[in-house]
């Protein structure tokens, strides 16, 4: 029995530490329902299952341990598929399916990154490919630039 527990432990451990290394994604409507309990930005990744950069994008650039855990802190994570009509969900009074919130978002090219701050009034756009630094860096100055108080 104590090697059971011993094994449990360890396992339980090892997941642990596969969980922090990975961005918690989640559903749009997930997310939403997150921001109003602890209000925070929403990181949308608009793709669909085509896109070369897309994938690349999950290979490289989302399990940097840097972008991990940027995304982790400071966004609630959204996997948003653009041509996905059949899973629907409501956000602020309306049904969506996900293609319907990509168009009502004017996401137009993939990938595309759009922030939206935490009051779900604004929102901002990130489009195509970027490597680990890029994509951190280019973040920052969207948020600086696009809902930063101007002084």
Do not use: H
């Amino acid at each position: 029995m104590k090697y059971l527990n011993l094994f449990l432990f360890g396992l339980l451990l090892n997941t642990s530490a596969l969980a922090q290394g990975q961005i918690e994604w989640l559903k749009f409507e997930e997310a939403i329902a997150a921001n109003a309990q602890n209000p925070k930005m929403i990181l949308v990744d608009v793709y669909t299952d085509w896109c070369g950069w897309c994938k690349k994008m999950d290979k490289e650039t989302f399990t940097d341990s840097k972008v991990v855990e940027y995304i982790n802190s400071n966004f609630y994570a959204v996997k948003l598929n653009a041509e996905d009509t059949k899973r629907t969900f409501e956000f602020m009074g309306k049904t969506y399916n996900e293609a319907q919130m990509a168009a009502a978002m004017r996401v137009r090219s993939y990938p595309n990154f759009v922030i939206i701050e935490p009051k779900l009034q604004n929102i901002a756009q990130m489009p195509g490919y970027r490597p680990a630094p890029e994509f951190l860096t280019s973040l920052d100055e969207l948020i600086e630039k696009a809902f930063k108080p101007k002084p």
